[in-house]
Each structure stands twice: as structure tokens, then as C-alpha cells.
């Protein structure tokens, strides 16, 4: 029996590189003999990306397009793409060609070897800043420290899945999530392949360091609670170097007959006042996880549809 695949890719500002992904994607899929569909989510473009991708919609049905209501974030967006699609095997990769659609048919192939997640690793990043590259692995280091679901350096959001995990994907209701880390909490026997990301056919990435921080601290609260047990050893270890001074400070009486040091009173404020900051932090955070789970909103709001 013939297999149906979908693609499913975001959009965020690709006016002028969509029609490319998908002159891309049909060259690459169509050699592969599968009934195939593209789902493609507008995830709050300010620019004309949703009317050209429509264009092409009117002449090839095959093509099937979600417009959310505002910007809900890519992992919102995958996941529209993924409850609307209708494929046996479903492959998620961006639309800015960043992650190489030449990978497809080998990915398709472990699929009928019967590996159910097909995942990646980007290896390099072609003409990626000093910057990026730092933070982007400073982020997997310290994930991967904090979190008891373990992530490959380099791990992406293009993967091939069955449609049984796409359906426990779909299922799972948490609102904060953090796709990558969500398919390794999954399981089910994977495959990982390794490639080199190009540069962006077209357009500016929307990606930067405030989002990469978000997303850290978003990733790390939703698979970790290591942070909660740091800042209370931190407590604990503060204390400890507090009650050490403070048998200084009565040593210090008794021997010189004074007190002395502002200076070492204002140190011991602003350390027990700094450690008290972040622990509150820290637990603010996991609160505004709650915060958001309780209020039970959609993940995302569909203002339009063509060809679903």
C-alpha cells in the first residue's frame, strides 16, 4: 500500500524564499513514488509570505496552508502543521533551506527499515557568527547538565516521524514545549543523521540571543528541576561561608575589642541578598510554567486555511 508523506515546515517572513522550498521540496519527494502533501504553517508573517505561498496553493492542491492568527513561536507552529497532516510518515524541516531537503530520501528510506524517528545533527553552520555558534553550544552543554532527557549537541527540529509518534506528540497538552526535547522524552527506536546547514536562501534569520535565552530557560524548566535543588544549595553554602564569618567576626571582638569593616558587612548583604534574588527567580520561573499550563489557552489560533 502507497504511503502518504507530509512535509511540514513554518513560516515566519519567507516571502521571498517559499516559492524555492517548494520548487525544492517537490524536485526532491515526487522521485520517491509516496503521495505527498505540504503543510505549510504562516506563523504570524508581517510580510507577503502567506498571499505567495497561497498563490501556489490555487495551482497545486498538494499544497495545503495553515495562517495563524499572531506569531505563537515555531514550536506552536510545528505543532498546527503536525495535527493537520494527514501522511503515514511526517518530515518537519524549516522553510529558509537551512536544513538541506537532499536528506529526505535517506531519511525516508530508515523509515521503511522500520526506525519510526529519523533525527538530525547540524554539524556546522555555514557563515554562522562566533557569537551563535558559542551560544548555541553553551545551550545544548547546559541543557544536557540540568536535564535527565539528554539532547545531542547540534540536535534540530528536522526529523522524520511515524504517524503513531506524531499522534503522542499531538496528544501530549503541556503548553511550554520544547519540540527536541519532547521527542527524546518519546523514545521509540531513532536514527540520527549528520549535515551541514547552508545559509539562508533568502531573507534575515528571527532568531537571536534574547530568543536563544528564552528558549533555555523554557527547554530547562520543562525537563528539569535541578535548578530548584541548585539554588537551595547555594542556600546552603552560603550560610555556611555566613556562619564562618560570623566566628570571625566574634574573634575579631574579642581580640581587637571592635568590629571593624563596613565593607565586609556590605559583602555579606549583598551575597545573602543576591542568593535570595536567584532562588526567587529560579522559582518565579517554574511558577510562570505553572501559570501558563493552569490557564489551559490553545497552543495556537488558525485564522485561515487553503486546500484543508
Given at each position: 500500500m502507497?504511503?502518504?508523506?507530509?512535509?511540514?515546515?513554518p513560516m515566519?517572513?519567507?516571502?521571498?524564499?517559499i516559492?524555492?522550498?517548494?520548487s525544492?521540496?517537490?524536485?526532491i519527494?515526487?522521485?520517491?513514488?509516496?503521495?505527498?502533501?505540504?503543510?505549510l504553517?504562516?506563523?504570524?508573517s508581517?510580510?507577503k509570505?502567506?498571499e505567495?505561498?497561497k498563490?501556489a496553493?490555487?495551482?497545486d492542491k498538494?499544497?495545503?496552508l495553515?495562517?495563524?492568527?499572531?506569531?505563537?513561536?515555531?514550536?506552536a507552529?510545528?505543532?498546527?502543521g503536525?495535527?493537520?497532516?494527514?501522511?503515514d510518515l511526517?518530515?518537519?524541516?524549516?522553510?529558509?533551506?537551512?536544513?538541506p531537503p537532499?536528506?529526505?530520501?535517506s531519511?525516508?528510506?530508515?523509515?521503511?527499515e522500520g526506525i519510526e524517528?529519523?533525527?538530525?545533527?547540524?554539524?556546522?553552520?555555514?557563515?554562522?557568527?562566533?557569537?551563535?555558534?558559542?551560544?548555541?553550544?553553551?545551550?545544548y552543554?547546559?541543557?544536557?547538565?540540568?536535564?535527565?532527557?539528554p539532547i545531542?549537541?547540534?540536535?534540530?527540529?528536522?526529523?522524520?516521524i511515524?504517524?503513531r509518534v506524531?499522534?503522542v506528540?499531538?496528544?501530549m497538552?503541556?503548553?511550554?514545549?520544547f519540540?527536541?526535547?519532547l521527542f527524546?522524552?518519546?523514545g521509540?527506536?531513532?536514527f540520527?543523521?549528520?549535515?551541514?546547514?547552508?545559509?539562508?536562501?533568502a531573507?534575515?534569520?528571527s532568531f537571536?540571543?534574547?530568543?536563544l535565552?528564552?528558549l533555555?530557560l523554557?527547554s530547562?524548566?520543562?525537563f528539569?528541576?535541578?535548578?530548584?535543588?541548585?539554588?537551595?544549595y547555594?542556600?546552603?553554602?552560603t550560610?555556611g561561608?555566613l556562619?564562618?564569618?560570623l566566628?570571625?567576626v566574634?574573634?575579631?571582638f574579642?581580640?581587637h575589642g571592635?568590629?571593624?569593616g563596613?565593607?565586609?558587612?556590605f559583602?555579606?548583604?549583598?551575597m545573602?541578598?543576591?542568593?535570595?534574588?536567584?532562588s526567587?527567580?529560579?522559582?518565579?520561573?517554574?511558577?510562570?510554567?505553572?501559570?501558563n499550563?493552569?490557564?489551559?489557552?490553545p497552543?495556537?489560533i488558525?485564522?485561515?486555511?487553503s486546500n484543508?
Amino acid at each position: 500500500m502507497n504511503q502518504m508523506l507530509s512535509i511540514v515546515s513554518p513560516m515566519h517572513n519567507e516571502e521571498h524564499g517559499i516559492l524555492e522550498f517548494i520548487s525544492e521540496i517537490k524536485r526532491i519527494v515526487s522521485p520517491l513514488g509516496h503521495d505527498f502533501e505540504i503543510v505549510l504553517v504562516d506563523d504570524g508573517s508581517k510580510d507577503k509570505t502567506y498571499e505567495v505561498a497561497k498563490s501556489a496553493a490555487k495551482d497545486d492542491k498538494r499544497i495545503k496552508l495553515l495562517k495563524l492568527s499572531r506569531n505563537f513561536g515555531k514550536e506552536a507552529a510545528l505543532l498546527a502543521g503536525l495535527t493537520y497532516s494527514q501522511g503515514d510518515l511526517i518530515v518537519m524541516l524549516d522553510s529558509d533551506l537551512q536544513h538541506p531537503p537532499e536528506l529526505i530520501p535517506s531519511m525516508v528510506a530508515k523509515f521503511q527499515e522500520g526506525i519510526e524517528v529519523v533525527k538530525t545533527i547540524r554539524t556546522y553552520t555555514e557563515k554562522q557568527s562566533l557569537q551563535s555558534t558559542l551560544a548555541s553550544k553553551m545551550f545544548y552543554y547546559i541543557f544536557n547538565k540540568l536535564s535527565y532527557v539528554p539532547i545531542h549537541s547540534g540536535a534540530t527540529d528536522y526529523l522524520l516521524i511515524s504517524k503513531r509518534v506524531k499522534e503522542v506528540f499531538c496528544s501530549m497538552g503541556e503548553y511550554d514545549r520544547f519540540n527536541r526535547g519532547l521527542f527524546s522524552w518519546i523514545g521509540f527506536e531513532s536514527f540520527t543523521f549528520e549535515y551541514v546547514a547552508k545559509e539562508r536562501f533568502a531573507g534575515e534569520t528571527s532568531f537571536n540571543l534574547r530568543l536563544l535565552i528564552r528558549l533555555a530557560l523554557s527547554s530547562i524548566t520543562s525537563f528539569s528541576g535541578k535548578p530548584l535543588r541548585i539554588s537551595f544549595y547555594v542556600g546552603l553554602c552560603t550560610l555556611g561561608v555566613l556562619f564562618l564569618y560570623l566566628l570571625y567576626v566574634v574573634y575579631d571582638f574579642f581580640h581587637h575589642g571592635t568590629i571593624r569593616g563596613w565593607s565586609s558587612l556590605f559583602f555579606s548583604i549583598t551575597m545573602l541578598g543576591s542568593v535570595q534574588l536567584i532562588s526567587i527567580g529560579v522559582l518565579g520561573e517554574y511558577i510562570y510554567r505553572i501559570y501558563n499550563e493552569v490557564k489551559r489557552r490553545p497552543h495556537y489560533i488558525v485564522d485561515e486555511k487553503s486546500n484543508l
